[in-house]
């Protein structure tokens, strides 16, 4: 009985560790009140255009809002938009907008704003224009009724347009200050208000009491206070000074566990850790070889080593994570992860390339005796990339090849890996790539299609495959979900067999707050939506926290 | 006096721009691309391009630096890449949080030193003065960021007396300065112990020891005085040491400051913030060793004549 027990007690525990942090007692009843004090980091401007990074997201969620928002079940919900549709041709996307929302300067929200927001992203080159792709331009059909115009069919658009930075800013103040002052004082449509910033110090939101949706939020402010230290971070959630801390360590995890008044939770990111194979380069233009670099690479350990066990999860697909649309598990029955740890493998594949070791001396040789060398480039950042990077060395020089490992500075680590073809000096690359949206669309197109070679995409392998090619443009097009699915699915058996890369675990992340907090999410893209949390004011008091 | 002033004035303009002229073309030697660190890491490079374009990050270098220098002469030193914020009203709040924090810590340290230095000296080779040197053996050989992170867990995590990061009020100036100010000050106790030591040796003291003047009188007033200039010298110095051990500290308690602000221009290739920043450090540095020179000439008479 008690062994029952315990395996339920575990299968929730994995569970929740695969849904989106909800964070709080869902029969409890909301509280209205009070300040909640998060930890952030805003390194750029405020402007959603401008900064599509996590921490800038974090902040500028509070104050705008998206025309529809995404699930926890990947399902499209309405936001600004009330509903949708596709014209036959699917080549137009008209929403119907809701009625009477106010932006925070008093201008009326309607499908004119929504028009000029997507026209001026278009024209100014916001930072995501490359998830508009497609996008020729959008009409205002009436008040509330405006329309996405496309070139072509792209099942992607909707899904992009849940990204948070996509939100819709008031034109009105765009116009009178431009993106300089927008950037440091967002005006939206959503639930806060910005009060006060100051750069590098702190952002105060104060509760919208105009807000469209009635009766919400229930926090009076927010305040987010830019904490670059991660061990500064911690020790202030832990003395109360904040209420929430991202970015917790793995080996700090069962350290603040045993804390009554800690709340930890792990989630899985749409971030995996991968390695760039130059595909020009021989002999990794042979996907025999990129294989068997797969294969020699002991993911598991890695998660254990690098990750504590906790802060990684294996991969079960190449690059989409459980959180994105089309995802499928992929591993062969039996395994732990794709490409699961296998030498003799391995050492196999290298043969059938023509490698063996000829001399006895334990390296590699091709037919005309040249050994098997290569250039592993690393930054020393990321979490842990640096120790995965080492790692993966010495699983290399295992099977017998010559590796040279590089550390660059991240910005010249950064620019090294955004040149073409001919420029690209790398064999290996240590990086992660992130599917943003959690639509499969990015990695389709923009991340493995022939057509986005560095430096227009983000194709740094130069890979090249026309099956894979034709598979991404099909699924970018069709509007059928289940249709859409499946060539998504045929997408990563194809990539399986070519391995463009070395897959490497999913990386997790894990928030730490007080436990009084509730109805707060935190997000596989990273964000951490804290819009309509309360919290439990008896519970606060009772941890001595007077703030 | 006025004519040292004035020269050093001048001096601090020249200086300010080669240092500017210099850090320009070093920025542009090392690699990395401002406009792909703006766009992010997976853009693509037309959007890279248009950012280029944007920030005139496209113009040829001469004609970058010619534009720089000339805004630069006006007074304007040009728009953050990152935050589009115009650089002098980030560095200014920022110069100002850092010149808080160094001057409290200097002022700390300077106290502190003097006062266990002459103590030292005073009861040289006695049980205080072994006492007085091991802790400033103990202050040279922590780092900051060890004394700074152990002040956060058990002042503020365990006893729960002092906040940890920010500046909002006086208590949370407390630990940073303490940190910042005690490491400085172990330094500058055995500069002064050895100075007092040596001040202390001297005939004058002897027969001044010999006509009954109290002792406290010979430590503080004559001896003291007479070991004050290399003193003086080493405080001045002392400063950048606390200006750089600021950037530290301000990490460390999440303090609003210019250190850390240089620290992460630098890594994200914002060069406009990065000349802004480094362009103050170096006046702060320059004035404050003005400063000492004019201090020098108080503390010894003869200099001026010179």
């Known amino acids: ?547 | 006096m006025l004519k040292l002033i004035l020269n050093r004035l001048a001096f601090m303009v020249v200086a300010g721009l080669l240092l500017l002229t210099f850090l320009f073309f070093l920025f542009h030697a090392i690699p990395g691309d401002p406009a792909r660190l703006i766009a992010g890491d997976s853009a693509p490079e037309a959007l890279v391009e248009s950012i280029r374009q944007a920030y005139g990050l496209d113009q040829p270098l001469v004609t970058q630096y010619t534009t720089y220098m000339r805004r630069v002469l006006q007074g304007d030193f040009g728009l953050s890449n990152f935050s589009r914020q115009p650089v002098l009203q980030i560095v200014g709040p920022r110069l100002l949080n850092t010149a808080k924090l160094a001057g409290w810590s200097m002022l700390l340290a300077m106290s502190v030193s003097l006062l266990l230095g002459s103590l030292s000296a005073m009861y040289w080779d006695r049980p205080l003065d072994r006492g007085i040197t091991a802790f400033s053996l103990a202050g040279i050989c922590t780092p900051i960021f060890v004394t700074g992170i152990l002040g956060i867990y058990f002042f503020g995590v365990h006893l729960r007396w002092l906040p940890i990061g920010g500046m909002s009020t006086w208590k949370h100036y407390i630990m940073p300065v303490m940190t910042l100010g005690l490491a400085q000050a172990a330094g500058f106790t055995r500069m002064v112990r050895a100075c007092m030591i040596d001040a202390l040796g001297r005939d004058f003291i002897t027969t001044a020891r010999s006509k009954g003047v109290p002792e406290r009188t010979i430590v503080f007033k004559h001896g003291l005085r007479n070991a004050l200039l290399p003193i003086i010298t080493f405080f001045g110095l002392g400063l950048g040491h606390t200006l750089g051990g600021a950037a530290v500290a301000e990490s460390i308690f999440n303090w609003p400051g210019l250190g850390r602000l240089m620290v992460d221009s630098i890594l994200t290739r914002d060069l406009p913030l990065t000349q802004g920043c480094i362009f103050f450090f170096a006046m702060v540095f320059i004035l404050v060793n003005l400063m000492v020179d004019l201090l020098y000439r108080w503390a010894d008479p003869r200099l001026a004549n010179d």
């Open chain 1, 1 to 547: 009985m008690r062994y029952y027990a315990r395996m339920a007690a575990a299968a929730a525990l994995m569970a929740s560790a695969f849904i989106p942090a909800s964070v709080g007692a869902q029969d409890a009843k909301p509280q209205y009140g009070g300040e909640l004090v998060l930890t952030g980091q805003l390194d750029k401007t405020m402007f959603p255009g401008r900064n599509t990074d996590a921490g800038g997201m974090d902040v500028y969620l509070n104050a705008c809002e998206n025309l529809v928002t995404m699930a926890a079940d990947r399902t499209m919900q309405p936001a600004l938009a009330k509903s949708w549709s596709l014209s036959d041709d699917q080549k137009t996307i008209t929403f119907q907008l809701n009625e009477g929302i106010q932006f925070h300067d008093g201008t009326p929200f309607n499908a004119e704003a929504v028009a000029f927001v997507f026209n001026e992203a278009l024209a100014k080159k916001f930072l995501y224009v490359s998830l508009l792709e497609g996008l020729e331009k959008v009409v205002a059909d009436s008040e509330y009724q405006v329309s996405f115009k496309l070139s072509k069919p792209s099942a992607a658009l909707i899904p992009n347009l849940a990204y948070r930075t996509m939100c819709i800013f008031s034109p009105t103040a765009y116009k009178a200050v431009g993106e300089e002052g927008l950037g440091s004082k967002i005006i939206g449509t959503g639930p806060f208000v910005v009060d006060s910033y100051v750069k590098g110090e702190h952002v105060r939101f104060k509760r919208n009491e105009n807000y469209w949706q009635k009766g919400k939020p229930y926090l009076d402010s927010i305040r987010i206070l830019f904490v670059p230290d991660v061990t500064t971070r911690l020790a202030m959630l832990e003395s109360g000074d904040v209420d929430r801390a991202q970015g917790v360590p793995d080996f700090d995890i069962p350290r603040l566990q045993s804390e009554e008044n800690l709340k930890v939770s792990t989630i899985p990111s749409l971030q995996q850790n991968y390695v760039v194979i130059n595909n020009l380069k021989k002999p990794f233009d042979d996907p025999r070889v990129r294989q068997a670099l797969n294969y020699a690479v002991d993911k598991a350990g890695i998660v254990k080593s690098v990750f504590a066990g906790t802060g990684a999860t294996l991969s079960q697909a190449p690059t989409l994570t459980p959180g994105v649309f089309g995802f499928a598990d992929m591993r062969e029955p039996g395994k732990n992860t794709i490409f699961a740890y296998d030498v003799e493998k391995a050492k196999d594949l290298l043969k059938q390339a023509g490698y063996e070791d000829r001399n006895g001396d334990k390296v590699l040789e091709n037919a005309q005796g040249e050994p098997l060398s290569l250039k592993l480039w690393t930054r020393k950042t990321g979490k842990g990339e640096y120790q995965i990077a080492q790692l993966i060395q010495a699983f290399l020089e295992k099977i017998g090849m010559k590796v040279e490992l590089t550390v660059l500075e991240s910005a010249t680590f950064s620019a090294s890996l955004s040149l073409g073809p001919q420029e690209a000096k790398y064999d290996l690359a240590l990086l992660a790539w992130t599917v943003p949206t959690a639509d499969p669309d990015e990695p389709m197109m923009y991340m493995t299609h022939t057509k986005a070679w560095k430096p227009a995409g983000a194709n740094r392998m130069f890979f090249s495959h026309p099956e894979t090619d034709r598979l991404a443009e099909l699924a970018h097009a069709e509007p059928d979900q289940k249709k859409r699915a499946e060539y998504v699915r045929l997408w990563m058996a194809e990539l399986l067999k070519q391995a463009p890369v070395i897959y490497l675990p999913t990386v997790n992340l894990t928030e730490a707050y007080r436990t009084y907090v509730h109805g707060a999410q935190y997000m596989p893209a990273g964000t951490y939506d804290a819009t309509m949390a309360w919290i439990d004011k008896a519970a606060k008091k009772e941890q001595g926290i007077s703030r």
